[in-house]
């Protein structure tokens, strides 16, 4: 379980009422009947969440089938149950198990990017389907793989967007070590196979002033908000133990600046996330900011909520 004597009596308190971020104005606070997927279905984590036409489509990353599931919701809190859509194709030699997807769905259909994993290494892979259920992978070979040093041997867990006034796509993925990677990168593509991977990269690492995410930085959803792209990204204070936090950017690649209240979601002493919560995904409807998890409690790994009412992430406004 994860110790809290590092935190402020106040931070304390504030997780422990459900209310997860101590900066001004609204918190982000956690459903009450979290987690909302995993349970009878085993570990359920790193999902990816688009909102259409009044309802919440997630695809999941679903351990026990070593595959990404997707799962629907017209609450973001009751989900169907995970139907798989994209399974390991082992004949490759790379994805004996896939997880960590993200989904962009333009005017031609849906676009996957995907983590593959095998024989102790971690790429990333392509897939393309008509609906978000029915995928057919755009090649055999992984479009992105671990090169530089940085990225040992691992590169995973993609968040891509499509830049429509540049003609680009752009990814933001973590490499490092297989267990958890270490920093965050970018990368950008014209067809989403062929991958330029930014010369400074890693563009988010870790900050050691802030001892909750002094060890590592990864796995960070990007959304352009306002003028600003905003990156929810895990910190692990150690390997073992992560939160989740918040940090803006102007061109989404240089001078990031974190949220003074980080971290904005923090593990229930005791819960269901006790040890970590990781992988965050925010979509704003209805009035209000929706943050999926995952968080873990030993070793099972489930899906929780968390909500933030108005429009706003509580940054202070820039001068």
Known sequence: ???????????????????????KGAAWVKYKGDPVLGGQYGTCFDICVLHESGKF??????????SVAITESLDGIHWSPPS?????????????????????????????????????????????????????RKSARPVLVAQAPWEGVAVMCPHVI?????????????????YEPNAIGYATSRDGLQWEKY???PVLVPDARFDWEKNRVTAAQILFWKGWYYAFYIGFRDVDHAQIGIARSKDGITGWVRHAGNPIVRPTPGGWDADACYKPFAVFADGEWKLWYNGRNQHL???????????????????
């Open 1 to 23: 379980m994860l110790a809290f004597g590092w935190m402020s009596v106040e931070s304390c308190l504030t997780s422990a009422l459900g209310a997860t971020n101590t900066g």
């Open 162 to 178: 499509w830049d429509s006034h540049r003609h680009l796509w752009r990814m933001w993925y973590s490499a490092g070590e297989q």
């Open 57 to 66: 489509k997630m695809w999941v990353s679903w351990r026990p089938k070593q």
């Open 301 to 319: 790994e489930q899906i929780g909520l968390v909500t933030r009412s108005g429009e706003s992430l509580g940054f202070v406004a820039a001068r």
């Open 199 to 201: 010369a400074a990269n």
């Open 84 to 136: 798989i859509v994209l399974g390991p194709e082992l004949e490759t030699g790379w994805e004996d198990d896939i997880n960590r997807p993200v989904v962009v769905h333009r005017e031609d259909g849906y676009h996957m990017w995907y983590t593959g994993q095998a024989k102790g290494r971690s790429s990333i892979g392509y897939a393309t389907s008509p609906d978000g259920v029915t995928w057919e």
